[in-house]
């Protein structure tokens, strides 16, 4: 397509001044969340959902956190937790991994059952005017079974 010349002209660059995000972690939100898709699904999973095979190989929602802030919430690989932003809360199962750096969780947003985008913030970036859905600040807690159920 771009094969000896741009189809559509050279491309336009205006530098910008940085900005830092309009929500930052905190004392009673000390984690970033970033969203994120997975290779299995897409979008909110409307289709890809109804796919036996890629349900299997994706069958639900999780949050990543990292090994270290794992250990400092005393949160297993494989627990339920609730994750909580200024804007609500989910439950969504653990998945630690290196792959998320300290103090950063990701959540992919295709899974009604722990729908990560009522986490996120809606400030508007005011260039680009998009929500800034790849920052906001949360917390995790463990959720606690009931003594006598065991639920």
Not at 79 to 84: A, G, I, N, T
Not at 119 to 147: G, H
């Amino acid at each position: 397509m771009h094969v000896g010349r741009f189809v559509c002209g050279l491309g336009k660059f205006a530098p910008l001044q940085y900005k830092p995000p309009a929500e930052l972690p905190d004392k009673e939100f000390p984690l970033v969340l970033t969203t994120g898709r997975n290779l299995y699904h897409y979008h909110t999973g409307t289709m890809t959902r109804k796919v036996a095979g890629l349900n299997t190989l994706e069958p639900e929602g999780v949050i990543e956190i990292n090994p270290a802030d794992a250990t400092a919430l005393k949160i297993k690989d494989g627990e339920k937790v609730k994750v909580f932003s200024r804007r609500g809360e989910v439950t969504a199962k653990t998945k630690i991994t290196e792959k998320s750096p300290p103090k950063v969780v990701y959540m992919t947003f295709h899974f009604a059952e722990s729908a990560a985008n009522l986490l996120t913030n809606t400030a508007v970036d005011p260039i680009a005017k998009i929500p800034e859905f790849k920052v906001s600040a949360v917390r995790i807690e463990r959720i606690r079974k009931n003594r006598r159920t065991g639920r």
